[in-house]
């Protein structure tokens, strides 16, 4: 990402890798000591299901429904949204054209699109430090959209159109529904008008685009490491209706069901910081099956890279004192990304 010095070791394409007929994962892939990927709650007696939130009844400020999203956000971190108002013909070329994007020849994503040294956007993986390092099994594409000054120079001018001008109308949209989320939180946590909000004026957004291929050992590989996001506001987009990603409650892996025209919402660590550990990030993986390819893209906010986050003064009572200390939305990131994908632990160099 701009002005970030973090950079991930270059890798082999595992969309291609899945192409061939292998029975065996090589070495690098296998992940001995992980999770069952089954997620925990299928033998349970009382599943648990991820809260499901109306954005209509939201901007109408239903009270029901601004308790329904303080509840999600504080026990949950997730939520999917649903009666966004995004208009279906957005979010379906966006399905189309990503599905497109990741089929393009492998010379063609090798010459215009992949990382290089020193730069995380482009396709690959992020967060690989070292040759040793397991990898995940799946390929992404990683962009900053904006602030548009943090846009690769030549990564978005060379998607095809129209997929490049698709993407251009879905970023807009997704800002706009974080506005809206973030102005309910506003109202759910009884703050001021604007007090979070003014975080989020030309707010920082980069896209993700996953794709994790099938695997004839998914009980072996990862899609994509237990991790909290960093930034504040993820918004996901399960782009196949194929399940994969699960999230960690009460020490359980819950399946996150694909929902249509739903968005799938999560907290990240910024926000957790900005509303004094009240709504909480919360640990999430992707897991790999033996028949279909999962595609999703993951959509993040965060405030501007020269801002400073720390605890909102409303949210710090003599009951609950800060939790954690100020920091450069620039300094957290950067941070972040140095390091390998492990669970949630990063905001702990915040904890007070
Ligand atoms: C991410 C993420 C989950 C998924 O990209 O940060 O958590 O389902 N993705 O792909
Ligand atoms: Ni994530």
New binding site residues.
């Given amino acids: 990402m701009a002005m970030m010095k973090g950079t991930s070791l270059l890798v082999p394409s595992v969309q291609e890798l899945a192409k061939q007929a292998i029975t065996k994962v090589p070495e690098r892939y296998v992940h001995p000591n992980q999770d069952p990927i089954v997620a925990s709650n299928t033998t349970n007696s009382l599943p648990q299901k991820v809260p499901v939130i109306d954005l209509s009844k939201l901007l109408s400020d239903d009270a029901t429904e601004l308790e329904n999203l303080d509840h999600a956000c504080r026990d949950w971190g997730f939520f999917q949204l649903i009666n966004h108002k995004v208009n279906p013909s957005i979010v379906e070329n966006m399905k189309i054209g990503v599905e497109q994007f990741f089929n393009l020849p492998i010379e063609e994503k090798k010459k215009k699109f992949w990382q290089t040294p020193n730069d995380m956007q482009g396709f690959g993986q992020l967060f690989v430090v070292s040759d040793e390092q397991k990898l995940e099994w799946a390929d ?1 594409f990683y962009i900053n959209t904006f602030p548009l000054y943090s846009r690769h120079p030549n990564l978005i001018p060379t998607i095809p159109l129209p997929f490049r001008d698709h993407l251009e109308t879905y970023c807009l949209e997704l800002k706009k529904i974080l506005v809206k989320i973030i102005g309910s939180m506003e109202k759910a946590l009884k703050m001021k008008t604007n007090e979070l909000l003014e975080f989020f004026e030309d707010p920082g957004q980069g896209l ?1 685009m ?1 794709y ?1 291929p099938p695997c004839p050992q998914p009980e072996n590989v990862i ?2 490491n237990p ?1 909290s ?1 960093s930034g504040a506001l ?1 918004i ?1 987009l ?1 782009v196949n209706e194929v399940e ?2 699960q999230i960690r409650k009460d020490g359980m892996w819950i399946p ?1 069901k694909p929902l249509s025209n739903a968005f ?1 919402i ?1 907290i990240g660590d910024m926000l957790e910081i900005l509303t004094n550990g009240i709504y909480r990030s919360i640990e ?3 897991t790999i099956n033996s028949k279909n390819k ?1 595609i ?1 893209i ?1 959509t ?1 906010h965060r405030p501007q890279m020269s801002r400073h986050i720390g605890p909102t003064p409303t949210l710090i009572t003599a009951e609950r004192p800060a939790l954690f200390k100020r920091i450069g939305v620039a300094d957290y990131l950067n941070g972040f990304m140095l390091r390998k994908l492990h669970g949630k632990s990063y905001i702990d160099v915040v904890k007070i």
Wanted: proline share 0%; aromatic share 8%; glycine share 8%.
């Fill in positions: 992404m993700r996953n994790y899609g994509l991790h996001d993820t996901l399960q994969g990603l996150v799938v999560n999430h993986r992707a999962r999703s993951a993040f």
